[in-house]
């Protein structure tokens, strides 16, 4: 793979996917002259929108509506945008015609000579890199965020950034086609059932997530989460073992074996730090950000900032003001005595529960959404314990209700507004509305922002 941008000049490059990711690759190798070919499978009217971005790129050429066999042979490489999965027929057959078939995340990363950290889990990653940001920068220290599918990796060498550390949040879908990215951290939050319609079995899921150990070596620090027994299975792989491991946990009781070999650990209201020979302390008291994974989120964040330089100081003053990012459990306003949260980031049965582990009683939970094909069951303790009322939306509505409807008084509803309204009407002074879906947004809206804030818009209007 090259490793100079100078030397994509007259390369033939296929791009196969034109959202946001597809886009910024397209202006950056047009940019360094490589030949640009990109095909999507959707017609040019449904991609009218990114078309418009790349007006005046005009030796771009565009295979929109299908791929063609004949394009993807006639290239000298192939790099797939994340949310294409990278089974398709049409893929392994340029592979076995010797074509070279990569992903954004992997062909970009090469690129880039400043440290990378890969953030990646099924839940916590932008937290944890805001939080770690905003470290960075009350410090002094310059940053540069993004990897997700909002901010592709692509677009750091767009803006010509030169930061003192990159970090990049890493998914799964990124991480398929990990042959030689060597981040210089990992942070992996957690590990649970996600993307099993994209994924055939957990097995193959966790095996994407295991590619960013893939090139550790001894100067790799991992920061990793002890509480979660994936991760630490993930740990316990020899070739995670080449390099320096912090843990971090809510466990008072491993306070003396992390300390020991560095890490955090919360003992009541403190985060107990150790990443050099001295053991510090920071205050929790003041932290405004709601539940028990925002703590495990924040350990993984200061053991990172620490770890680059950021100031005992700055990380302390970010613990005290951090408000949290929209969408993830994020309070939305108090009416006739009821709070509603918006959650829509909860696209999985793992962030939903942490959001219920908010809550103790009274909860009116709205969830559905599009059908990943994820077991539910996992949350019929909670549902039973905490949710007053069930309120269940979109293709994913019958799968749920099988699994969770004789735990709460359950309603099956039609559309997103009539559900939200629904909830308004069933809640009494005290209750909680919460929108904590365990799904993508994708069979009624374009994007979890899009269905978080139509939920607000609604709420707002309540009176």
């Given at each position: 793979?090259?490793?100079e941008?100078a030397?994509?000049?007259?390369?033939?490059?296929?791009?196969?996917?034109?959202?946001?990711?597809?886009?910024?690759?397209?202006k950056?190798?047009?940019k360094?002259e490589a030949?640009?070919?990109v095909?999507?499978?959707?017609?040019?009217p449904?991609?009218?929108?990114?078309?418009?971005q790349?007006d005046?790129?005009?030796?771009i050429?565009?295979e929109?509506?299908s791929?063609?066999?004949?394009?993807f042979?006639s290239?000298e490489?192939?790099?797939?945008?994340p949310?294409?999965a990278?089974?398709?027929?049409i893929?392994e057959?340029a592979?076995?015609q010797?074509?070279?078939i990569?992903?954004?995340f992997e062909?970009?990363s090469?690129?880039?000579k400043?440290?990378?950290?890969?953030?990646t889990?099924?839940?916590g990653?932008?937290t944890?890199a805001?939080?770690a940001e905003?470290m960075?920068k009350?410090?002094?220290?310059d940053?540069?965020v993004g990897?997700?599918t909002?901010?592709p990796?692509?677009n750091?060498?767009?803006e010509d950034?030169k930061a003192?550390v990159?970090?990049?949040?890493?998914s799964s879908?990124?991480?398929?086609h990990?042959?030689?990215?060597?981040?210089?951290?990992?942070?992996?939050?957690n590990?649970?059932?996600?993307?099993?319609d994209r994924?055939r079995?957990?097995?193959?899921?966790v095996?994407a997530?295991?590619r960013?150990?893939?090139?550790?070596?001894?100067a790799?620090?991992?920061?990793l989460?002890?509480d979660?027994?994936?991760?630490?299975?993930?740990?316990r792989?020899?070739?995670?073992?080449?390099?320096?491991?912090?843990?971090?946990?809510?466990?008072p009781?491993l306070?003396p074996?992390?300390?020991?070999?560095?890490?955090?650990?919360?003992?009541?209201?403190e985060?107990r730090v150790?990443?050099?020979?001295?053991?510090?302390?920071?205050?929790?008291?003041?932290?405004k950000?709601?539940?028990k994974h925002s703590i495990?989120?924040?350990m993984?964040?200061l053991l990172l900032?620490r770890?680059?330089?950021a100031?005992?100081?700055a990380?302390?003053k970010?613990i005290?003001t951090?408000i949290?990012?929209k969408?993830r459990?994020?309070?939305?306003?108090k009416?006739?005595?009821v709070?509603f949260?918006?959650?829509s980031k909860?696209?999985n049965?793992?962030?939903?529960?942490?959001?219920?582990?908010?809550?103790?009683?009274?909860v009116?939970?709205?969830?559905g959404g599009?059908d990943?094909?994820?077991?539910y069951a996992?949350?019929?303790?909670?549902?039973k314990?905490?949710v007053?009322?069930?309120?269940?939306?979109?293709e994913?509505?019958?799968r749920i209700n099988?699994d969770?409807g004789d735990f709460?008084?359950t309603?099956l509803i039609?559309t997103?507004?009539?559900?939200?309204?629904?909830a308004?009407q069933?809640?009494?002074?005290?209750?909680?509305?919460l929108?904590?879906?365990?799904c993508s947004?994708?069979?009624?809206?374009d994007?979890?922002?899009?269905?978080?804030?139509y939920f607000?818009?609604i709420?707002k209007?309540f009176?």
């Open positions: 793979m090259w490793k941008v030397e994509l000049k007259d390369k033939k490059i296929l791009i196969v996917g034109l959202g946001k990711t597809g886009v910024s690759l397209a950056f190798l047009t360094h030949q640009v070919t095909t999507d499978h959707k017609s040019k449904e991609l009218s929108a990114q078309l418009e790349l005046g790129y005009t030796n050429k565009f929109l509506g791929h063609s066999p004949k394009t042979l290239q490489l192939v790099v797939l945008s949310g294409v990278p089974h398709l027929k893929f057959y592979r076995q010797g074509i070279k990569t992903g954004e062909f970009i090469g690129f880039i400043e440290p990378i950290v890969g953030i889990g099924t839940n990653k932008t944890v805001r939080l905003e960075f009350a410090s002094g220290i940053v540069w990897g997700s909002e901010v990796l692509t750091y060498l767009l950034k003192k990159v970090l990049a949040e890493v879908f990124m991480l398929e990990a042959a030689e990215f060597a981040p210089a951290n990992i942070v992996f939050t590990l649970a059932e996600n993307h099993l994924y079995t957990m097995e193959e899921y095996n997530k295991r960013i150990f893939k090139n550790t070596n001894q790799t620090t991992s920061i989460n002890a979660d027994n994936a991760v630490v299975e993930l740990a792989d020899p070739s995670v073992q080449r390099g320096r491991i912090f843990y971090f946990s809510r466990k009781a306070e074996q992390i300390m020991n070999i560095g890490g955090a650990v919360n003992v009541g209201d985060l150790r990443t050099g020979p001295e053991i510090e302390t920071f205050s929790i008291k003041n932290m950000i709601k539940g495990e989120n924040m993984a964040a900032a770890e680059h330089g100031t005992h100081e990380v302390q970010v005290d951090f949290g990012l969408h459990l994020e309070y939305v306003r009416v006739g005595g709070l949260y918006n959650d909860a696209t049965v793992h962030a939903v529960m942490r959001a219920l582990d908010c809550f103790e009683e009274n009116i939970l709205i969830a599009k990943t094909n994820l077991n996992p949350l019929q303790n909670m549902i314990r905490k007053k009322t069930l309120i269940l939306i979109g994913a509505k019958e099988r969770l709460s008084e309603y039609g997103f507004e009539e559900a939200v309204l629904i308004y069933k809640s009494r002074i005290a209750d909680i509305v929108m904590s879906p365990g947004s994708f069979d009624m809206f994007s979890y922002k899009e269905r978080g804030d607000k818009e709420v209007k009176k």
